[in-house]
């Protein structure tokens, strides 16, 4: 069962999780999240084993309960410059400058994170599987994500983002071999098959 706390439940305490970071195509999104130190929610536990119809469902419920949330991105062109770590962080960053209440803690999926200035922070491995803040940023960062990646795909068809999202899946691979890269690529990443940039 997920955590609903790190420490001390007077202590406000943001999750912080991104998604799209392994992918070829769009931006790294990243979330931050305060919920009520009481907030709990079943199918919260297991978020990894979640429908893309129950993600919707919850980030309704998140969005609705949280004392507040932010959501960000980075652009592919910022990818490019900074390298994806650093633009994720900086995703983490925009996000947590955007939420409407200052938290006094930071907990972060992952084990690294530039420091936010002056508010502490903790970097939990698989946090996301640990705690319902965590658990809350990383599918408000992942829906954000998932949408903007199905509006791509109105105007990109050809590379299936409606449903591999720009993640690196065969029929994407194809896809990039056949039509060569779109300005939606990151031409930083090492794809491991030639690509042809667009004319």
């Known amino acids: 069962m997920l ?8 202590i406000l305490e943001a999750g912080c999780d991104e998604a ?3 992918c070829l195509a769009g931006p790294v999104t990243a979330a931050a999240v305060i919920l009520p130190p009481d907030f709990e929610h ?4 297991d978020s990894k ?12 419920i998140i969005v609705d309960k949280a004392l507040a949330w932010a ?12 390298n994806i770590l650093n633009a994720s962080f900086l995703a983490m960053h925009r996000a947590i400058k955007n ?15 530039t420091p936010f200035a002056g508010i502490a922070h903790h970097c939990i491995v698989h946090g996301d599987a640990q705690y319902m803040s965590i658990a809350a940023a990383s599918i408000l960062a992942k829906t954000e994500r998932d949408r903007l990646m199905a509006d791509l795909h109105e105007q990109y068809p050809h590379y299936h983002w409606n449903t591999n999202k ?11 071999m056949q039509n060569g890269l779109t300005e939606h690529h990151r031409k930083s990443f090492n794809t491991g098959i030639q690509l042809r940039l667009p004319l």
């Open 99 to 113: 939420l409407q209440i200052r938290p006094e803690l930071l907990l972060i999926d992952g084990n690294r994170f």
């Open 42 to 45: 079943p199918m919260l536990n």
């Open 71 to 82: 959501v960000a991105h980075v652009s592919v062109e910022e990818i490019d410059r900074i």
């Open 166 to 176: 720009g993640y690196p899946t065969e029929a994407h691979r194809q896809a990039i």
């Open 3 to 10: 955590r609903v706390r790190y420490g001390d439940p007077i």
């Open 20 to 22: 799209g970071r392994g």
């Open 49 to 60: 084993q979640l429908s893309a119809k129950q993600r919707e469902q919850l980030r309704d």
